[in-house]
């Protein structure tokens, strides 16, 4: 079946260095794709998201990138601070799903 | 404008005991879904609405029922609670195109 996973559980990263988090999917019927943040004791925030007509998105010191032809997604965070620390989900959805498919989470410590 | 509202934040329950989770939504979202989150692990689908007066299974949908009387509300029930059923609960919603906006989650420990 469907699903979506993450290449690295766990990332550490030194403060001011650029962080990278990747992730997995298989569903080929995929064309819309999020990245969520959850720190501790919350619920996940919305960071980012992008279509599958593009192949990069910007925000403010993040960057996702998508890489339809083998399936790959990641998130590029700029100058990593502290407040940065946090599980990092990525997730896709389908126009013909009523569902986001939501991959393992990668936890992001940064290292002051 | 509030978002997503869950009730309660916390509640320890005995097992074979029963209760209800409330959300509520003020964004006017046609989508409502209830997950669960375990130590390690990911958002697991419980059950889901995609309207008022509808819902869906998700992927974990065994021991819980729902109901969507009111578009703003998805309440989340456990007949008779078991030890498993022990996790974070999360609501989110989310209107008919782009991603969810979550609730802060309700956190359940059943002894």
């Known amino acids: 079946g469907e699903s979506v996973g993450l290449h690295l559980p766990t990332l550490s990263v030194q403060e001011g260095d650029n962080s990278i988090i990747n992730c997995a999917y298989s569903?080929?019927?995929?064309?819309?794709f999020i990245w969520y943040k959850q720190e501790s004791g919350k619920g996940p925030q919305f960071i980012i998201d992008?279509?599958?007509?593009?192949d990069k998105r910007q925000g403010q010191r993040v960057t996702v990138l998508l890489n339809k032809t083998v399936k790959h997604l990641s998130l590029q965070i700029a100058a990593t601070q502290p407040g940065d620390s946090a599980v990092y989900f990525c997730?896709?959805?389908?126009?013909?799903?009523?569902?986001?498919?939501f991959g393992p989470g990668t936890s992001l410590s940064v290292i002051p | 404008n509030a978002g997503v509202t869950q009730t309660p934040k916390f509640r320890v329950l005995k097992t074979g005991q029963s209760m209800t989770l409330l959300c509520a939504q003020d964004?006017?979202?046609?989508?409502m879904y209830w997950y669960r989150q375990d130590p390690g692990m990911g958002l697991r689908l419980i059950h889901y609405?995609?309207?008022?007066?509808?819902?869906a299974k998700g992927e974990v949908p065994d021991g819980y029922n729902v109901s969507r009387l009111k578009k703003q509300n998805f309440l989340l029930g456990l007949e008779s609670a078991a030890p498993s059923q022990t996790s974070v609960y999360f609501c989110?919603?989310?209107?008919?195109?782009?991603?969810?906006?979550f609730g802060s989650g309700t956190r359940l420990t059943v002894v």
């Open positions: 989110a919603s989310r209107p008919g195109t782009h991603g969810y906006t």
């Open positions: 569903n080929s019927a995929s064309d819309y």
């Open positions: 992008i279509r599958s007509n593009m």
């Open positions: 997730a896709e959805k389908a126009t013909s799903y009523d569902k986001v498919i």
């Open positions: 964004m006017n979202h046609e989508y």
């Open positions: 609405s995609v309207g008022e007066g509808t819902t």
